[in-house]
């Protein structure tokens, strides 16, 4: 029998502004009940989001987060070489994201953005590309190759341009995991604990491929398919939605349905490249082998 008795999944999001209407929030019971939105309709701030995970979410919850919670270090051995103070694993990472951002509203990140030794690391907006930054795609986590080997199509999360990038999600998250500190763990820069609940990073997109989506046409925006793809994941059809179908929505609810399915199979706590050096400095996609 699992240890967890509810099943999260937070579609996330490094927008500018007070309340962000890309997030979502979906949660499930163990079981085969379907997963429901939390708050249907509210439009979160980054900040409510923290609260309701400290304060609100059922004990013994895995609560997947749709961001990256580090960057690239193996590839280089560093966050940021040729900057005295890159930090040596991603727990420092997230201190230094939020310092440097101290005075930045609703935990956003354009101080960290913009700070003059980090900016040399990433692709911003306006050709703005750092001399570091690495050309190309940008560079890559460990976790991100192995997903593209596993049919996903990741980008750098130093990339700060276009409609695909998790860059500035990415820096926002590390703001609330560094604040989250103390309240809850974080897997794999944690160890599961046993009991109580955990945080794991998602991709909610190989939750999609899981129930049958194809690559690059992962959203779901028609009940009727949702309910198919959540019967993938032995879930029972979902509650209709307030208003119109979001992506934001049915990715978070899917991928609630999709962590109470697969994350009993032991292989996706233990991936093959995930070794200690890459926990503890750029962590892990759960669901990635």
């Known amino acids: 029998m699992s240890r967890f008795t509810h099943f999260a999944a937070i579609d996330w999001s490094g927008a500018v502004g007070p309340r962000q209407r890309g997030i979502a929030v979906a949660m499930c019971a163990a079981g085969t009940d379907a997963p429901v939105l939390v708050r249907p309709g509210h439009v979160w701030s980054r900040q409510e989001v923290l609260d309701w995970m400290i304060g609100e979410m059922p004990?013994?919850?895995?609560?997947?987060?749709?961001?990256?919670?580090?960057?690239?270090?193996?590839?280089?051995?560093?966050?940021?070489?040729?900057?005295?103070?890159?930090?040596?694993?991603?727990?420092?990472?997230?201190?230094l994201v939020d310092r440097i951002c101290a005075d930045d509203l609703h935990l956003s990140a354009a101080s960290f953005v913009d700070h003059p030794d980090a900016c040399r690391h990433f692709r911003r907006h306006g050709g703005r590309e750092g001399d570091l930054f690495g050309g190309g795609r940008g560079r890559m986590r460990v976790t991100e190759i192995a997903q593209q080997a596993q049919g996903l199509n990741p980008y750098s999360n130093l990339n700060l341009v276009g409609a695909a990038q998790v860059g500035k999600s990415s820096l926002t998250g590390m703001r609330l995991l560094h604040r989250a500190q103390g309240h809850l763990p974080v897997w794999p820069f944690d160890p599961d604990p046993g009991a109580g609940s955990l945080i794991v990073e998602i991709y909610t997109s190989l939750a999609a491929l899981a129930a049958g989506k194809r690559k690059g046409q992962t959203k779901i925006l028609d009940p009727d398919e949702l309910d198919i793809r959540l019967a993938r994941f032995a879930s029972a059809p979902h509650l209709p939605l307030p208003g119109r179908y979001t992506d934001h929505a049915t990715d978070a609810l899917l991928t609630a349905a999709w962590l109470r399915h697969v994350h009993a199979q032991p292989a996706l706590w233990a991936p093959t490249g995930m070794t200690q050096e890459v926990a503890r400095t750029e962590g892990w996609t759960f669901g990635v082998l």
């Open 59 to 95: 004990p013994g919850t895995l609560v997947g987060l749709d961001l990256g919670p580090s960057l690239p270090f193996m590839d280089r051995g560093a966050f940021f070489p040729q900057w005295a103070d890159s930090p040596a694993d991603a727990r420092a990472l997230w201190a």
